[in-house]
């Protein structure tokens, strides 16, 4: 069965480090993508970072930068996000999402095909 | 960086009713965009990519169109599973991808 399985809900204190992790299964793991994807409570979803599953390479939002790192266990088939220096503001479902594109050449249409649950991530004093 | 509007921001509607659905880029996009549904506490869902493609195993009443910095997700015939929100999101600036704020679509 083709699906992200995503690690348990977190409660951590301002100032801490949380790390998600999201299990794949059903398909080949390095051939795809694995993007960050959050959303506070009643807000639109954002956007965090991705991986490419087969070479590691990293890529994150600007908003971001410095606080998170994406990283991948090939032989896991899991990738993991780590947030730091947690705030309030950072209380949100965090899901993982495959990437997949269509299309060739140098510009291909990407789009998140496959999504896992989410975690929810709860930082209170 | 690239901001996406979506329009109406809620909207009622009921069982049998077509629907039409707007989103609106910054700048030109071409037609990198995908159409999402998301359902309360559930992760999102793929319907549409590349502006007007329709995702595998997703109902033939979504459509999708536009180019440019316009785009629409039309559902012809709206059905009771089909209450949730919408979310457009631009992939043209790949590796960095920007969601809409989303559209409610809820039963009048």
């Known amino acids: 069965q083709v699906q992200l399985v995503q690690s348990g809900a977190e409660v951590k204190k301002p100032g801490a480090s949380v790390k998600v992790s999201c299990k794949a299964s059903g398909y080949t793991f390095t051939s795809y993508a694995m993007h960050w994807v959050r959303q506070a409570p009643g807000q639109r979803l954002e956007w965090m970072g991705w991986i490419n599953a087969g070479n590691g390479n990293t890529k994150y939002s600007q908003k971001f930068q410095g606080r998170v790192t994406i990283t991948r266990d090939t032989s896991a088939s899991t990738a993991y996000m780590e947030l730091s220096s947690l705030r309030s503001e950072d209380t949100a479902v965090y899901y993982c999402?495959?990437?997949?594109?269509?299309?060739?050449?140098?510009?291909?249409?990407?789009?998140?095909?496959?999504w896992g649950r989410g975690t929810l991530v709860t930082v209170s004093s | 960086d690239i901001q996406m509007t979506q329009s109406p921001s809620s909207l009622s509607a009921s069982v049998g009713d077509r629907v039409t659905i707007t989103c609106r880029a910054s700048q030109s996009i071409s037609s990198y965009l995908n159409w999402y549904q998301q359902k309360p506490g559930k992760a999102p869902k793929l319907l549409i990519y590349a502006a007007s493609s329709l995702q595998s195993g997703v109902p033939s009443r979504f459509s999708g169109s536009g180019s440019g910095t316009d785009f629409t997700l039309t559902i012809s015939s709206l059905q009771p599973e089909d209450f949730a929100t919408y979310y457009c999101?631009?992939?043209?600036?790949?590796?960095?991808?920007?969601f809409g704020p989303g559209t409610k679509v809820d039963i009048k």
């Open positions: 999402a495959r990437g997949d594109y269509y299309g060739s050449g140098s510009h291909p249409h990407w789009y998140f095909d496959l």
């Open positions: 999101q631009q992939s043209y600036s790949t590796p960095i991808f920007t």
